[in-house]
C-alpha cells in the first residue's frame, strides 16, 4: 500500500547511504524491491543470490519488522528491510542511475476513481523508477491486474523503457524466477500474472 503524500524537501546528496559500507562489495549490483509485503521474494532473493544486494521497502510497520527479524535469523548478509513510502524514501536512500534492478511485485490497485492518485505507477513513480535504474538495468513488475499492468505498460514505454517482449506486450514466467509469497499462491491455483520486465535505455522521454 502507498499514500499519496506530497514531498517538496531537497534532496541532500551527501547523505545518502553509504551502500558498500552496509553490503561490501555486494553493493555494486545493489537492487529494490517495493512493497515487499509478507517478505516470501525478499528472503528467496537473498538466499538464492548472496552475490548481489537488496533493499526491501514496505509500507505496513509489522510486515517490514517481521521481514528484517526474519532475516537476521537466516543470517542474512546481503538484505535490508525498511519501513515507510517509497516514492519518499527511494530518491533519499539510492543515486541516480544506482539499481541493477527493481521489483514491484502486485502493488495495490486502489479500484475506486477517487483512488487513482494513490496507485503506484503514476507520471511521477514512472520517471523515479526510470531514473533509479542504471542503464541495461532490469523493471520487474507483476500484478493480478489486468488494467493495472496496460496502465503501467503504457506509462512505462512512454516514458522510455525498453520492453524486452516487445512493445505492447507481456512476458512469460522466466525459468530461474522468484515468486513472491502472495505469487505463489497464484501459481498454485493457475491464475493469470502478468508480467512486465522492461529495461533502462538511453534518457526519460
Same mark, same amino acid.
Request: charged share 35%.
Given at each position: 500500500m502507498m499514500a499519496p503524500v506530497a514531498d517538496d524537501a531537497p534532496i541532500a546528496l551527501d547523505l545518502l547511504p553509504n551502500w558498500h559500507a552496509v553490503f561490501g562489495e555486494r553493493a555494486r549490483c545493489l537492487e529494490l524491491e517495493i512493497g515487499s509485503g509478507h517478505g516470501g521474494h525478499a528472503l528467496a532473493f537473498a538466499r538464492e543470490h548472496p552475490d548481489r544486494a537488496l533493499v526491501a521497502i514496505e509500507q505496513r510497520r509489522k510486515f517490514a519488522e517481521r521481514l528484517r527479524v526474519r532475516s537476521l535469523e537466516r543470517g542474512h548478509k546481503n538484505l535490508v528491510a525498511l519501513q515507510?513510502? @517509497?516514492?519518499?524514501? #527511494?530518491?533519499?536512500?539510492?543515486?541516480?542511475?544506482?539499481? %541493477? #534492478?527493481?521489483?514491484?511485485?502486485?502493488?495495490?490497485?486502489?479500484?475506486?476513481?477517487?483512488?487513482?492518485?494513490?496507485?503506484?505507477?503514476? $507520471?511521477?513513480? @514512472?520517471?523515479?523508477? &526510470? $531514473?533509479l535504474i542504471a542503464p541495461g538495468g532490469l523493471l520487474d513488475i507483476r500484478t493480478d491486474v489486468e488494467r493495472? %499492468?496496460?496502465? #503501467?505498460?503504457?506509462?512505462?514505454? =512512454?516514458?522510455? &523503457?525498453?520492453?524486452? %517482449?516487445?512493445?505492447?506486450?507481456?512476458?512469460?514466467?522466466?525459468?530461474?524466477?522468484?515468486?513472491?509469497?502472495?505469487?505463489?499462491?497464484?501459481? =498454485?491455483? %493457475?491464475?493469470?500474472?502478468?508480467?512486465?520486465?522492461?529495461?533502462?535505455?538511453?534518457?526519460? =522521454?
Open positions: 515507510g513510502d @517509497a516514492r519518499i524514501l #527511494a530518491p533519499r536512500l539510492f543515486r541516480v542511475a544506482s539499481l %541493477a #534492478a527493481i521489483h514491484v511485485h502486485f502493488p495495490d490497485p486502489w479500484w475506486k476513481r477517487r483512488h487513482e492518485r494513490r496507485r503506484l505507477i503514476d $507520471e511521477g513513480m @514512472a520517471r523515479l523508477l &526510470f $531514473e493495472c %499492468a496496460l496502465e #503501467a505498460l503504457l506509462r512505462l514505454e =512512454a516514458i522510455g &523503457f525498453e520492453n524486452e %517482449a516487445g512493445r505492447g506486450c507481456f512476458s512469460e514466467r522466466q525459468e530461474r524466477e522468484i515468486p513472491s509469497t502472495r505469487e505463489k499462491r497464484y501459481l =498454485a491455483s %493457475a491464475s493469470r500474472v502478468w508480467r512486465l520486465r522492461l529495461r533502462r535505455t538511453g534518457r526519460p =522521454a
